[in-house]
């Protein structure tokens, strides 16, 4: 079991299984593990054993993609037609979406299996799975601390090895900083790579979707899939989608990769600081060249990305209103009423916290000193990274400051919890891609090496991260579970 | 910054937001904390710099005006609080 993507597609092409078969044995792990490590807020079992049953006909009958009949689960933000989408939000427990996501779509059409809907913060606001109504996700590798957030069900499912692969959305390090914790394979695309089609809205400018899977290999043949042009979604790319399967055999010698002075500052942990060097040391001997560089306004980018998610992330949740759908309190006086208690009630305390401050930033007279300063700063960010690329392929760091800490050990105080994305937050507002693969592990528990590219460059990443783990087995550790 | 319980019930109103009565300190504590983190941005002079709104200073994509959705009320009434005759149902608006 724990096979990759890759395997189970090659395997169900050599006919040694059926795509009913793997799906049995997903589904048999998801219901052994799944009550103790909480990664899946509904399994599909029925709707994946009915898709199986098609994808093996379909292959049957000469049409297979690589994807056809490969088990997947789904975070539960990408809308997913008959399914419960829940957000992990008491406000959308009833919702049963009308509509398939853009990714859902691309799935589907490639003939690729749901197991079911992964867990996550509520609206993908927090960087522990501490946010969902449904409970937190337990880490796989200590089952007594976080698996991050806020895609913590899929990293965690995929680490546990029930499903080989998953999607996820990044707006602010929500793909890279699970994968980390969990020591999986993640890569959050630039902003417009992915369509946003039915992935139900945070902060619109920041939000992208991506895969996590046990290997830059297997996420190069999910986001191959994930990828591309959608009318439906306003700043969608145009650009073509690379072959990604067939750029990673490339190598990185001559590679010219840039270390970050701000990202091995004060606050990274020095074990874990250690494994990273060791990590740019394997890459030094497969040929690529490590320089030092500077991205100065690294520390603008947490108060910048606050102002700006929680902005638009007020706006956007202002659609949640106990009108057209999701939770509606009972009894309502009047329509206000209705709306606040709807709202209030549905929500949890990081969302509301967070409508607040982003209605506070966007309310009349503080625009200019909240929102359009920060899109300011945002210009400055984005700036640094350029100047960067102007001298290297690449730049690579840690993913996070420290490994995954315990569960309810930052519960009590949001800003020591923001402070968590230091590394990963600054590529959301540049919009840039980048991704995270386990390199090594601190106290058992595994560590993430990010590695960010130039615009549209998922391919350059994909090409060094598969490089590394040609000479590595990091990505191929799995851990212990226990029922 | 800081913040008083009175400016975190206004912000609620703003935002239809209803906040219990025993939650609103603990709310003001931690916005205003919130808020010490954002005012480092004052660190900075960004005087001039043209604003970012989309990374890829992409601008927005326009589309003949031609009907391209079809007509699912009967499907996403079906997920709808209160409906009646096809109607969204809501308490009295207008005396």
């Known amino acids: 079991m724990a096979k990759s993507v890759t395997e189970i597609s090659r395997g169900l092409a050599a006919g040694k299984f059926s795509s009913v078969e793997v799906t049995q044995d997903y589904l048999a792990r998801i219901a052994e593990f799944n009550p103790s490590l909480n990664c899946f807020i509904s399994v599909t079992d029925e709707l994946a054993l009915a898709q199986a049953r098609q994808a093996d006909d379909r292959r049957a009958g000469g049409e297979a993609d690589a994807l056809t009949g490969v088990p997947l689960a789904h975070k539960d933000l990408f809308c997913t037609d008959g399914v419960r989408t829940s957000c992990a939000s008491r406000i959308l427990d009833n919702f049963i979406a009308p509509y398939d996501a853009k990714v859902i779509e691309n799935f589907k059409s490639a003939g690729a299996v749901m197991l079911g809907k992964t867990n996550m913060d509520e609206f993908a606001m927090g960087s522990s799975n501490e946010n969902s109504h449904y409970g937190c996700v337990a880490n796989p590798w200590n089952t007594a601390h976080v698996p991050g957030g806020s895609s913590g069900g899929s990293a965690a499912a995929v680490a546990a090895g029930l499903a080989p692969g998953a999607s996820g959305t990044d707006t602010g390090g929500s793909i890279r900083q699970p994968a980390a914790f969990c020591g999986v394979t993640g890569i959050k695309p630039t902003y417009g790579r992915v369509s946003r089609y039915g992935m139900i809205a945070f902060a619109s400018s920041l939000d992208q979707g991506g895969p996590f899977a046990r290997s830059a290999e297997d996420c190069a043949l999910l986001l191959r899939t994930m990828a591309g042009f959608d009318r439906r979604d306003s700043t969608c790319s145009e650009q073509a989608v690379p072959d990604y399967p067939a750029s990673i055999g490339r190598g990185v010698e001559g590679l010219k990769i840039g270390l970050p002075v701000e990202y091995f500052a004060e606050g990274l942990d020095s074990k874990l600081a250690a494994v990273i060097e060791t990590a740019v040391d394997e890459l030094r001997r497969l040929g690529a060249e490590i320089q030092d560089i500077s991205l100065p306004n690294t520390g603008l980018s947490i108060p910048t990305y606050y102002v700006v998610a929680m902005a638009e992330c007020s706006s956007n949740l202002s659609r949640f209103d106990g009108v057209r759908f999701g939770y509606r309190c009972e009894d309502p006086v009047d329509l206000e009423d209705l709306y606040k208690r709807s709202r209030g009630e549905g929500f949890g305390a990081e969302v509301k916290r967070r409508i607040l401050i982003g209605t506070y930033a966007l309310s009349a007279g503080y625009y200019d000193a909240y929102y359009l300063k920060a899109q300011q700063l945002r210009r400055m960010i984005k700036d640094d990274f350029q100047k960067a690329f102007s001298s290297v392929d690449l730049i690579l760091g840690p993913t996070t400051p420290g490994v995954a800490f315990r569960i309810g050990a930052k519960t009590d105080d949001p800003v020591s919890m923001y402070l968590q994305d230091i590394y990963t937050i600054s590529l959301n507002l540049a919009g840039l891609p980048g991704m995270s693969l386990p390199v090594g592990f601190v106290d058992g528990l595994p560590v993430g090496m990010q590695l960010i590219g130039n615009y549209f460059d998922e391919a350059g990443l994909l090409n060094a991260a598969h490089s590394y783990q040609q000479v590595t087995d990091w990505h191929l550790q799995t851990p212990e579970l226990k029922v | ?95």
């Open chain 2, 1 to 95: 910054m800081t913040l008083k319980s009175e400016d975190v019930l206004n912000i609620a109103h703003l935002a239809r937001l209803h906040i219990d009565e025993d939650a609103i300190d603990q709310y003001t504590s931690d916005l205003s904390s919130i808020l010490t983190l954002v005012d480092q941005m004052n660190q900075v002079d960004s005087s001039g710099v043209v604003p970012l709104a989309n990374p890829l200073d992409a601008t927005q994509r326009l589309r003949d005006d031609e009907v391209t959705e079809i007509d699912e009320r009967d499907k996403f009434q079906q997920i709808a609080p209160d409906v009646e005759a096809g109607f969204y149902r809501v308490p009295k608006v207008i005396e």
